[in-house]
């Protein structure tokens, strides 16, 4: 049903208020003279860089710094003597950087398996009307996590290269009007180091986000991974979230509910341990604050 929605609505429509450009009556004017026709693209398909879990189709924007905070209580079921998982805390902590309108890279540092991150996020295709009518955005998003917990066993054999896991996923989004917006993300995890045979190193999953915006700054997201059966042997449940965006000012304060402990891609797909019917599920909330680092419209000195 998602994809028929995506790929059915071929026309891209500007309501009042909408972040699509119009074109003026004077534009109108020159293109029927035989003037070039200036493209228009869409901006604001998503509040910020993360839908919840998931990477949206957001970019930093070129010279600009993302302070990212990620915090995850307890498990709600945990009970009243560990405050409903209030007592327990998981973070992460990262930066991101828009090199350019179309790249940005980011990195940091989860105290979940204590590991380390970096991704490059690239924009292939943005919606937009115009000179061209595109109807979908599609970024391309590749990360590396290593995982410095210590061994298990330390008089083993243990190689560096089994702390790494890779995520490469496609990110095909849609801002259908003002308020709606939906994300499809094909996805493969590698992980070098699996715990059994029958466990497969490559993990195919398929993401579905949204958002929809109740007022200017105040909008409602959800999230759900879907991970193909007959890949992994441990006991695992599709990660599903929901949550709300909240902006103001530099800040979006994104407050949600999940089933995953992770705030990282091999984690949060493929490791959610949690269960949404049993109150298996963390209160948890990212925070972001941008600065602007480069101005790219300054002029280099002479």
């Known amino acids: 049903m998602l994809a028929l929605l995506f790929f059915s609505q071929l026309t891209i429509l500007a309501q009042p208020g909408d972040s699509l450009l119009v074109q003026t009556d004077e534009e109108d004017l020159l293109s029927l003279l035989g ?3 200036e493209q228009a693209y869409t901006t604001a398909t998503f509040k910020t860089t993360r839908i919840i879990n998931m990477h949206s189709v957001e970019n930093a924007a070129a010279g600009v710094m993302d302070f990212r905070i990620s915090h995850r209580f307890g498990f709600i079921n945990t009970g009243a003597y560990d405050l409903f998982g209030l ?3 998981l973070m992460r902590i990262g930066f991101e950087y828009g090199i350019s309108d179309r790249l940005m890279v980011g990195m940091g540092r989860s105290n979940v398996n204590k590991a380390y991150d970096s991704f490059l996020k690239y924009k292939i295709l943005r919606q ?3 000179k061209r009518n595109v109807p979908l955005s599609i970024s391309y998003f590749a990360s590396a996590v290593c995982n410095t917990v210590k061994w298990a066993d330390p008089n083993r054999d243990n190689y560096f290269s ?23 993300t094909p996805t493969l995890v590698h992980k070098n180091l699996v715990p059994t045979l029958q466990d497969k190193n490559d993990i195919l999953a398929l993401g579905f986000g949204g958002r929809y915006k ?3 700054r105040f909008s409602v997201n959800g999230e ?11 006991t695992f449940y599709n990660s599903l979230s929901l ?5 103001t000012g530099g800040h979006v304060f994104q407050l949600h509910l ?4 992770s705030m990282l891609e091999p984690g949060f797909i493929t490791e959610s341990v949690g269960q949404w019917k049993n109150g298996g599920i963390h209160f948890g909330f990212n925070v972001s604050r941008v600065f602007t680092v480069r101005d790219k419209r300054e002029k280099p000195e002479e």
């Open 214 to 216: 109740l007022t200017q």
């Open 87 to 89: 007592d327990q805390a």
């Open 224 to 234: 759900y991974i879907y991970v193909l059966p007959n890949q992994i042997t441990s």
């Open 35 to 37: 003037g070039e026709e």
């Open 243 to 247: 949550g709300v965006d909240i902006e």
């Open 162 to 184: 089994s702390r790494m896991q890779y995520t490469h996923q496609l990110l095909i989004a849609r801002k259908f009007n003002n308020d709606l917006s939906l994300q499809l």
């Open 128 to 130: 937009g009307s115009g």
């Open 258 to 261: 999940t089933n995953s402990t």
